[in-house]
């Protein structure tokens, strides 16, 4: 974010004490948690206050409770504009498995359905509404909203307004007129987005002057970043799943829908059930398999990046990449779904040469003008120096939204974990250069990659022969390094912009730079292609392994019969009900439950993420579980009363996604 211009005092906020009063007890009362996290508390006083609030924290950062309380507090009901229809329903449920009084109105209701919750809202019956932004804008939802009463407007996903970005919605524009018709109504914009250009767009598209500004730590210490050189991504993929994550639910990311397939059915053919996600498939299709992902344990879904805004599913333990996103920004909203439960996580991501060229040639190639492509371009290369850093992946990421690393490295990326070598690639580029000058030279610049590689190590191949590219000088001067060590030069030299991409083929070009390193005057440094990359589980319990633990204890193994049993028990309310699991209770409660084995409903109810409805619904149930079973006398775990303010997790949600095209214009399929 650079400067904090605009981002200002978010420190104090001497507001209300009797609505602090309200608030805390909202808090213990229906969500059943302890004590407010970061920056929650100044948030939720701001907005009962009546202050506008433009509110920036991580996915899993806890937003969604920022607004819900206040619509709570205050007297009327939270409009919450949410961009995706498709998971509004869950998220109602969810509320109202707390007893919340929630609702929503979108073009999956009938009319019938439609009329109640208009009813319910006039008569001032409901806590919380959830809107899309195109129905908002009807007139005759704003007629609507302008009888009853309104506590706030939360809009969420605020992003979507920024048009540069990658979930732009023409909708959310529109959502500067809330504050024209409703002065007297504090708005919230919230986002998981965060950059300073981003920030800077919400709050002047959403026309919020005045708003305060809440900027959360975007550190997310529990997710493993990893990113591994592409050498044959299917296989690779595989054995990170089989290694390190068999029976886990997560997602993996491709650029195509034809990648996305493929890979879908590759994994299923492997014994990984994994379910294909795109916006080429029908919309029943596509709820049909978000609605598995969100219902069942341990189903991937394959995806483009149409999937995954709003996907509020707590226990997602990995998300793989097997092409390069477009952004950081991108990459850290697709990572950051991984883990919002704060129990240990993996973002890894498979990247090479082609995905270099790919990226390149689609900005080359692609729709907008040139303000639109340098975007679009240096989008890409803070992406390209997150992939090639030899520092720390997490301090690259903070420093990238603005925020302080710790110098020390984070003890939780792979680059931490195995420090990667660097060598002096300066002959070995300039060898790169020299050919490209070659070809340039005799063949107008036609070849490839792959071309360039096969002339450095000497190959005569059908297309070598036929350009009699073994007649050059270049030729055979590379034997030194093997082939996949070129590609990495290759990579590294394009993402160092010391090469270039032209033409529909891909060709490499030459770059106003690359004649400083054909001219000696300037050395390259490379990282060096690990052998085998680091894989983090398999390392041996690193630095990372401690810090993990100390955040997250694991669950000791005498326990783990008591948290299947509860499991179990979840399932089976979850499949009555027809709602995911993780709105009945979060693995995180579950995990306290076991552990602290309470053997009354007043113990339990001291648990943190069991608030008075749910104590009512559920208590007897958890207890007759844990009665069922061997006591927790044979267990090692202290009993005593029950175990608040332990920082756990509970089960609201914040967005949808439904019916969302990639944005992107999406190729086929990539050779
Ligand atoms: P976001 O919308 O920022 O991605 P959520 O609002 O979904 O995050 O919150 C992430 C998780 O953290 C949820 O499971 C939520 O119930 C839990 N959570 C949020 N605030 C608290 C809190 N103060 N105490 C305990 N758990 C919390
Ligand atoms: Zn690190």
Request: charged letters at 25%; a negative charge; proline letters at 5%.
């Amino acid at each position: 974010m650079g400067g904090t211009g605009v981002i200002g005092e978010m420190a104090e906020t001497a507001q209300a004490t009797g609505a602090d009063g309200a608030a805390l007890a909202a808090l213990h009362r229906v969500f059943g948690y302890e004590a407010f996290r970061g920056e929650q508390q100044a948030v939720v006083d701001h907005v009962i206050a009546g202050g506008d609030a433009v509110v920036l924290m991580p996915t899993g950062g806890g937003k969604s409770l920022c607004y819900q309380i206040p619509s709570l507090v205050r007297p009327g009901t939270g409009i919450v504009v949410s961009p995706l229809i498709a998971l509004m329903q869950d998220q109602v449920d969810a509320l109202r498995a707390l007893g919340v009084r929630a609702g929503f109105m979108n073009s999956t209701q009938d009319f019938e359905e439609r009329r109640v919750v208009e009813a319910e809202f006039l008569a001032g019956e409901l806590d919380l509404l959830y809107l899309a932004p195109e129905r908002l804008r009807l007139e005759g939802t704003l007629d609507l909203l302008s009888r009853g009463k309104i506590s706030l407007f939360a809009i969420d996903e605020a992003h979507c307004v920024s048009q540069w970005g990658h979930d732009f919605r023409p909708d959310y524009l529109a959502l500067s007129l809330l504050g024209e018709r409703w002065p007297d109504v504090p708005r919230l914009a919230l986002t998981a987005t965060a950059t300073h250009a981003t920030h800077r767009e919400i709050t002047e598209r959403l026309n919020m002057p005045t708003a305060r500004h809440f900027v959360a730590s975007f550190d997310r210490p529990n997710i493993q970043y990893r990113i591994v050189p592409k050498t044959d991504p299917k296989k690779q993929l595989l054995s990170f799943l089989r290694e390190e994550h068999p029976g886990d639910a997560g997602i993996v990311y491709c650029l195509s829908r034809n990648s996305v397939e493929k890979t879908a059915t590759f994994l299923s053919r492997n014994g990984v059930e994994a379910v294909p996600y795109h916006a080429g498939l029908d919309a029943g299709t596509r709820a049909a398999h978000q609605s598995r992902f969100l219902r069942e344990e341990g189903l991937v879904v394959v995806a483009t990046i149409a999937f995954g805004m709003g996907i509020d599913k707590p226990d997602v333990r990995f998300v793989a990449h097997l092409d390069l996103p477009k952004s950081v920004e991108g990459y850290y909203q697709e990572t950051g779904r991984a883990g919002r439960d704060g129990l240990p996580s993996t973002a890894w991501m498979a990247y090479g040469l082609n995905d270099v060229i790919q990226q390149r040639k689609l900005i080359q190639s692609g729709e907008g003008d040139e303000a639109f492509r340098r975007r679009a371009q240096s989008h890409l290369d803070a992406m390209l120096a997150l992939c090639e850093t030899a520092q720390c992946r997490r301090g690259q990421l903070l420093a990238y939204f603005g925020q302080e690393p710790d110098p020390a490295g984070c003890g939780n990326c792979d680059t931490c974990l195995t420090p990667p070598q660097t060598w002096d690639g300066t002959v070995a580029a300039q060898k790169v250069l020299s050919t490209v000058v070659r070809l340039k030279r005799e063949r107008g610049q036609k070849f490839g990659a792959g071309q360039i590689i096969d002339i450095l190590l000497g190959k005569r191949t059908a297309k070598v022969i036929q350009f009699d590219h073994d007649q050059l000088s270049v030729f055979g001067i590379g034997e030194e390094l093997t082939e996949g060590e070129w590609r990495g030069v290759a990579r590294q030299l394009l993402a160092q912009g010391l090469l270039a991409v032209e033409g529909e083929y891909g060709t490499l070009v030459l770059t106003e730079a690359s004649g400083e390193v054909l001219r000696r005057e300037r050395e390259v440094p490379l990282r060096k292609e690990p052998e085998k990359p680091a894989s983090a589980r398999a390392a041996g319990g690193g630095r990372s392994d401690r810090k993990q633990k100390a955040a997250v204890a694991e669950l000791p193994q005498e326990l783990l019969p008591a948290f299947e049993a509860l499991r179990a028990w979840r399932a089976e309310q979850a499949r009555e009900q027809g709602v995911p699991a993780y709105v009945i209770f979060h693995d995180a409660t579950l995990r306290e439950i076991a552990t602290a084995w309470p053997t009354s409903i007043g113990q339990l109810g001291g648990i943190s993420g069991v608030g008075e409805k749910k104590l009512a619904t559920y208590g007897e149930g958890v207890l007759a579980v844990l009665a069922g079973l061997e006591g927790p006398a044979a267990v090692s775990a202290p009993v005593s009363e029950p175990a608040p303010g332990r920082p756990s997790v509970g089960s609201v949600s914040d967005s949808g996604a439904d019916d969302w095209p990639e944005v992107e214009p999406e190729p086929d399929d990539w050779t």
